[in-house]
Each structure stands twice: as C-alpha cells, then as structure tokens.
C-alpha cells in the first residue's frame, strides 16, 4: 500500500511506462538523419564543432537558431548514433509531462492534474517529432519547464534561482525558434508599458528581470548576428521565404508553404500537374529572388511578400483565416493530396479549442483574479500565437505551446466546472 502512494506522489515513476512508449516509437521509426530540415540541424552542429556557425557573407545561412544545434554537439562529438539523439527526445517528452503534471498540481486539485497530464502524455499529434531531429519536442520540454519555474517565481516563499532560470529557459527557447525572439520582444515592450503604469508593479518588476535575462541569453547570438549582417535584433534569415508563401495572391494558394525548387519528393504530395502551374506563377519572383544569397535574398523574399499584401489585402487575410485551420489541424494546404491522416488531428486539438473557448469568458470576467505566472504565460502564448497566424504555420507550431493552454484550462476548469463521470441517484 505505501508503495503503491509513493508512486502516486512521486510523478517521475507515475508516469514512467509513457518513457518506455517513446523510446519504443523511436525504435519502431529510426531516424537517419535526412528526414525534412534533419540535415540542417545536424549541418549547423558541425559548424559549431568546427568553430563557426554561419558561413561568411554573402552566403550567410541563419535559417534556424543555434539552441537545438549546440545540445547535438556531445553526441556528434563522441560519434555516437543518431538514434541516440531520438532517445533524447524521447526522454524529453517524457519530462514535459512530468513538469506538467507537476504543474498542474498548484493550480488544480490532483484529479484534474492527473487527467489532464494523461491527455498530454498520449497527445499523439507530438509523437511524430518523436524519432526525428526536429526542435519541436525539445521546445516542448523547455516550455514545459518553463511553466513549472513561473509558478514557483511568483511565489513569494521562492528563492532568487528561479528568476534566473525563467530567464534563461525564455531566451534559449528564442535561440531555438527564432518566432520567439520575436515574441520575447514584444513581451519586453508590453511589460515594460505596463510596469509603468500599473500602480501595483511588483510582479510587473518580477516579470521585466525576467525578461532581460531572456535577453542577456540571448545577446552572444544577436551580437554575432549583428557582427555578420549590421543588423540589430536579427534572428534569423528564414523569415522571408515563409512571409512569401504566406502572402501569395493567386487563387488556388490559401498560404501555406510551397518546395521551391520542386524536387521529386515535394512531387510525390502534390496533385499532379500542378508543379506546371506553380512554376507558371513563382518562376518571374524566384528569378529575381535567387539572384541573391542570404540576408539580401531574405530581403527580397520580404519586399514581394509586403508588396502582396499592400496589392491583395483580402487575400492576405484569407490565407490568415486558412492559416488558423493549418495551425491546429494541418488543414488546408495548397496543392497537396488530402490524407485520412489528417482526421487524426481533428480530435485532440478538437477537444483542447472547444476548451480554450470556454475557458475565454471566464479569463476575461475574471483576469485579475487570475494567477499572475498564467497572465504572463497567456501573453506569451497570444503573441507566439498572433506571430505565427501572420505566416505560413503548420500543426507542429501549435503543438508547442499544448502545455501552457492545458495549465491555464486546467486552472479555469478547476474554478468553474463541476463534474463527475458517474451518473447522480434518482431522486
């Protein structure tokens, strides 16, 4: 029996049999590290084994933040197998669920927690970054953590260390996923307004420390990137390809991302013959476009994209709407084959919007009343949220931020809704 609590208390052995299921995903689909955007990961890894990491102008290549890269370097140093590497994600999503549980616990009694926990530990929709070299599921544990540390910052009773890690999870996310650079920015720009005019601006305080941290974690990679381009606050060079597809004005193409060159596996998703009638109407852009290297190219891509929206305003806004429907069910997308494994989507993240919506009314009758760690996760979650709806998205961007919806639905739930899976006595 007091086995049997310990157990129960103790969330790293609770939840210890979902570790066995993904290290048995990663084992059942073996990476080989060519898999989508497998090899620039890896790419940028060596470069940083070999003392660089972009190559020098014009050529410049920052397609992706060096966070997910620098935690490769051990295992390509010691030559181990890739599959390592997947064991690794395995055993971070593993801890996501944990800190989310763990979580959970201080904002929801031990039912829902435990509910809930077990909702993201089968959220298959994650699963298939599983056995890939994707950021997706180290962002997942980072944001994760992240969660856990807010919490235990804004409690008065905590010490200073959780301030520092705070900050230094939000910035390493954002050396991660350059979007969150974005997001880091703007969340310093709004706490810093409201700081200044909150007449109680203690968490406020709490909140603009962190966020500098965040920056002071950053600052190695913008002054590097500074150094290369002359540019301040650029976080990557990948933004203009996706800001193009994104805007494009043509009937048939609702947003989403496009191979550009077309290569035979970008062929074998598409209708057929619509690789003659992309290439019809993006072969005048991409002659102009590729031109150019590096930053120059991201800013060529970036001066069509905003001269689509400022010529096709309602298309832009269009491909917005469809973007939505990619983001949370990989639906629609512009030439491709509809697959029944699309319908996989619908009911998890079915089930996590129908809850978010009924948790908005009671956030906003209620929002001073709200925790302050999940008003700052909310902003965080809102503007990441906002960023990615403005270019062209795909489901795994919204499996990221699962974590931080579930805690603050969780936290709604737990003060509004009353229910029981049994049915009451007749009366």
Known sequence: MMKNIKIIKNPFLLFLPFLILYILIVFI????????????????????????YSPPPPAIDLGNGPGYSIILIPILKLHLPLICITILNAILYYLSVVFVFKSLKKVASHKLSLIISVFWAFYFNSYEYLPIIYTET?????????IFTLLKVFNSNTGKKYFFLSGFLIGYIALTKPIFGYVLT????????LWLINKDASNYKKSLVILLISLL????YLIYNYHLTGRIFYWGSNGGNNLYWMTSPYEGENGSWIEYPITQIGQAKRIKGSDKIIEQLHKEDFEEIFKYKGVQQDDVYKKIAINNIESHPLKFLKNCFSNVGRILFNFPRAYELQKPGTLLRLPLNGIILVLALFCLIPTLINWRKILFPLRFLLFFVLVYLGGSILG???TRMFTMIVPPLLVWIAFILNKTAKFSLRFGNKT
């Open 29 to 52: 689909f073996p990476t080989n590290g060519t898999f989508g955007d497998e090899n620039r990961y890896l790419m940028f890894a060596h470069n940083l084994i070999n003392g660089f």
């Open 138 to 146: 180290f962002v997942v544990f980072l944001i994760s953590l992240l």
């Open 186 to 193: 703007v969340l310093l720009a709004g706490i810093s307004f």
């Open 217 to 220: 974690t950053c600052s190695p």
């Open 392 to 394: 062209s998205a795909e």
